[in-house]
C-alpha cells in the first residue's frame, strides 16, 4: 500500500514533469519564462526561510548564477542533456526515498534525519539504471554522447565508464545539494521550504539538488573539454 506523502509526490509529479518537459523542449522564450518562474519561486522561499540578512543575498546570488547556467546549459547543449540532468536529480531523489522507506537503516547525518545510508544507496541505482535507459531509448542521445566523447577515445577512455561517470557525479552532486539545504532548514528550524507542491514542500525542496547539479554539470561540459 502506498502511503499518503508518496501518493502525493506521484500525483503533484504528473503534473509538474510533463509541464516541465514542454518549456525545456520548446527551448526559447518559453525556456527563459519558465526558469523565471522558477527563480523568482525559488528566491520568495529562500529569502522566507533565511533570517541572516548576508545569507539572503549569499543565497539569491547562488540561485541567479544556478539558473542562467542551466540556461546557458540548455541553450548551448541541447534540451537533451538538459533532460538527462534533470533525470539524473529526479531518479536520485526517488530512489533515495524508495530505498530509505522501505530498507530504512543507520541515519546518514543529523543535518537531515530522515536521511539514510540505504537511502544514498537507492539514489545512485535507480539514477544509473534510469539514465542509462534514457541514453540507450531516447532517440539521438547516445549518438549525441558519442560523437563528443570522440575527443577522449585517444586517452583510452571507454565510453560506458565515461558516462557512468557522468551519472555517478552528477546524482552525487545532486545528493549533497540536497542535504545542504536541509542544513539551511534546519537552521531556520522549518520542515519545508513553503508548501506549494502536496507531499513535495515547496519548490526548492524538489529542486534543492538540481540547482547544484546543473551548473556544476555545466562547468564540467564547458571547461573540460568534454563537449
Do not use: C
Not at 22 to 32: A, C, L, P
Not at 37 to 53: A, D, G, P, Q, R
Not at 205 to 211: A, K, N, V
Amino acid at each position: 500500500m502506498i502511503d499518503n506523502e508518496l501518493q502525493k509526490r506521484i500525483l503533484s509529479s504528473i503534473v509538474l514533469i510533463p509541464i516541465s518537459i514542454f518549456f525545456i523542449v520548446q527551448g526559447s522564450v518559453f525556456f527563459i519564462f519558465f526558469l523565471s518562474i522558477f527563480f523568482f519561486v525559488t528566491s520568495y522561499e529562500w529569502l522566507k526561510m533565511s533570517k541572516n540578512f548576508s545569507k539572503k543575498i549569499f543565497g539569491i546570488i547562488f540561485l541567479l548564477f544556478s539558473f542562467y547556467l542551466a540556461y546557458l546549459l540548455r541553450t548551448e547543449q541541447g534540451y537533451k542533456v538538459f533532460i538527462l540532468v534533470i533525470l539524473i536529480s529526479i531518479l536520485t531523489d526517488i530512489g533515495g526515498f524508495i530505498f530509505g522507506k522501505i530498507f530504512k537503516g543507520p541515519k546518514l547525518t543529523k543535518i537531515s534525519p530522515k536521511k539514510t545510508y540505504s537511502g544514498v544507496i537507492g539514489s545512485f541505482i535507480l539514477s544509473v539504471v534510469g539514465s542509462l535507459i534514457f541514453i540507450e531509448y531516447f532517440v539521438g542521445l547516445k549518438t549525441y554522447i558519442y560523437l563528443n566523447y570522440l575527443s577522449f577515445e585517444q586517452y583510452g577512455i571507454n565510453l560506458n565508464l565515461f558516462i557512468l561517470f557522468f551519472i555517478l557525479i552528477s546524482s552525487l552532486i545532486s545528493q549533497s545539494g540536497d542535504l545542504i539545504v536541509s542544513y539551511f532548514k534546519r537552521i531556520a528550524k522549518i520542515k519545508d521550504t513553503g508548501k506549494l507542491l502536496p507531499g513535495h514542500g515547496g519548490l526548492l525542496d524538489r529542486i534543492d539538488g538540481i540547482i547544484f547539479t546543473v551548473p556544476f554539470i555545466y562547468l564540467i561540459l564547458k571547461f573540460g573539454g568534454i563537449y
